[in-house]
């Protein structure tokens, strides 16, 4: 399941540079969300980095700024995964809707520690900080809960087909 949210988020963003490179989305924040109330905090952080390493080898901010940015939010919001249920879509858009809004206040710190001087204006804090974590979390219900359902769904079919497969023919030992 990690893999396939990972890869859908990896599509997400490669797309996005390529066809809408100007609309404002955090691809990987359903990642990290879905990382966060499915995984260890060891492999949280561990992926968490990888995914930061993708979006650093595909940016023109300095390198490792994106890790260092994922790798804290995760660490610092994931004690909250007692609270949401990675199994529910609304919880998964909620939850990547905080670690969105976080991730880009924290981002714009970051920024300021490298001397990149962002312009904050009222456009700003209205796309940045309140529309983009918005927009995040229906992404994450749209773009990783439905396929990663339709995924389980499958599995699960797949599995009753087998058994179901397995009971009408027996196997033929008495020859």
């Not at 879905?34 to 390198?63: E, N």
């Not at 994922?70 to 879509?89: G, N, Q």
């Not at 312009?119 to 796309?127: D, E, H, N, Q």
Request: hydrophobic share 50%; with cysteine; proline share 6%.
């Amino acid at each position: 399941m990690i893999a396939i949210a990972f890869s859908l988020c990896l599509t997400i963003h490669i797309l996005q540079g390529v066809l809408f490179p100007a609309f404002p989305l955090l691809a990987f924040a359903p990642f990290f969300a879905f990382c966060c109330l499915k995984t260890t905090l060891k492999s949280t952080l561990w992926l968490a980095a990888s995914a930061g390493l993708w979006v650093d080898l595909f940016s023109d901010d300095p390198f490792g700024l994106h890790s260092v940015n994922y790798t804290v939010i995760s660490a610092l919001f994931y004690p909250l995964k007692r609270r949401f249920s990675h199994e529910e879509p609304i919880h998964l858009g909620l939850y990547t809707s905080f670690i969105s809004a976080a991730s880009t206040l924290l981002q714009l710190f970051l920024l300021f520690l490298f001397d990149r001087r962002v312009p904050i204006s009222g456009k700003w804090a209205l796309v940045d900080c309140l529309g983009m974590p918005i927009v995040d979390g229906i992404y994450a219900l749209v773009f990783l809960s439905g396929p990663l359902r339709l995924f389980q769904w499958l599995r699960y079919q797949w599995v009753v087909y087998w058994l179901r497969r397995k009971k009408k023919n027996p196997s033929r030992t008495s020859r």
